[in-house]
């Protein structure tokens, strides 16, 4: 690929490691970058990542938006705009496809452990259900909050709430495992 060796906006000579521009100035003067800066950008399908065919890892900035895929282009001395003839637009063998869907409505999550709390979060703040009772109501969902310490056992006789019931509480209301 041939450098450009002026600037686009100005004509001037480009030195060290000028590659398109001579200066900020006229980089923000370019009509064509700072339409290119200002588009939104679409979002990124989570089911679609580009291979590289030269070593075939797998990226899921699909588009460049992040210059990745440019960068790892630059390990092979490879410099050029249109980056599609080294990389293949694939489904992603990443892309989670599990997901905790709401019970009361339609909101979704790919959080499917709650290890960030959002599910607790929705169920707690969104809908204002305790998950103590979430759980009484729907007992498959236990697994999401077993690391909450709302997950109990409650005696049936002095109504204390357990992590587990001990041999040392049951002694406590002269009772044994088998009672």
């Not at 001037?12 to 490691?17: A, Y």
């Not at 521009?21 to 290119?36: A, G, H, I, P, R």
């Not at 092979?76 to 694939?90: A, G, M, P, R, T």
């Not at 909050?145 to 006789?157: D, P």
Request: charged share 30%; hydrophobic share 30%.
């Amino acid at each position: 690929m041939i450098k450009n060796t002026n600037c686009r906006e100005c004509g001037k000579e480009l030195v060290k490691r000028q590659k398109v521009f001579c200066s900020v100035y006229c980089k923000l003067s370019n009509k064509e970058f700072l339409d290119k800066r200002n588009s939104p950008k679409e979002k990124l399908d989570p089911n679609l990542a580009a291979i590289c065919k030269i070593t075939g890892k797998y990226y899921n900035d699909y588009k460049n938006y992040s210059g990745a895929l440019t960068r790892h282009l630059r390990n092979f001395n490879i410099e050029l705009k249109d980056i599609s003839e080294y990389f293949d637009i694939v489904p992603n063998p990443n892309a989670s496809k599990l997901t905790y869907n709401c019970k009361y409505c339609d909101w979704k999550t790919t959080d499917v452990v709650n290890k960030t709390g959002c599910i607790t979060s929705h169920i707690e703040d969104v809908h204002k259900i305790s998950i103590e009772n979430h759980i009484k109501k729907y007992t498959q969902d236990v697994k999401y909050f077993l690391k909450n310490k709302l997950i109990f056992i409650e005696c049936q006789i002095c109504g204390k709430k357990l992590k587990k019931l001990t041999i040392s509480h049951l002694n406590k209301h002269k009772l044994n495992v088998s009672q």
